[in-house]
């Protein structure tokens, strides 16, 4: 009798497609939640110039640190190939800082018109 020959098992991805998409929503929605209010927290306050820039990258890391404590310092966890610190850390925040300078030039605008 001849042996039949053992088909390999393909690799199995743990994460799934879906929840790779709700992970990756939950990170769009935080950081363009964080670029609202930190853009009308900076023109309220009235910032100009390079410390609204500061405040922004400021409020930014702030907000990928609490990222990373919700992962329980593990995202690599919850993205695939190991990407996850730098999706957590970089992830959309050119793309929330055009909102942060729409938000902050018209709160700006609202607030220091009559000054």
Do not use: C
Request: charged share 10%; hydrophobic share 50%; no cysteine.
């Amino acid at each position: 009798m001849q042996q039949q020959p053992i088909e390999e098992v393909p690799k199995y991805d743990p994460i799934s497609p879906a929840a790779m998409q709700t992970n990756m929503y939950i990170i769009l929605y935080a950081r363009s939640t964080l670029a609202a209010t930190a853009g009308a927290a900076a023109g309220i306050l009235g910032l100009t110039g390079t410390t609204g820039f500061v405040f922004f990258f400021a409020a930014s890391a702030v907000m990928s640190a609490a990222l990373v404590l919700r992962t329980g310092f593990n995202p690599n966890k919850y993205f695939p190939q190991n990407r996850g610190w730098m999706q957590i850390s970089t992830g959309e925040v050119v793309n929330s800082l055009f909102s942060y300078m729409l938000f902050w030039t018209l709160f700006s605008g609202l607030v220091h018109l009559f000054e």
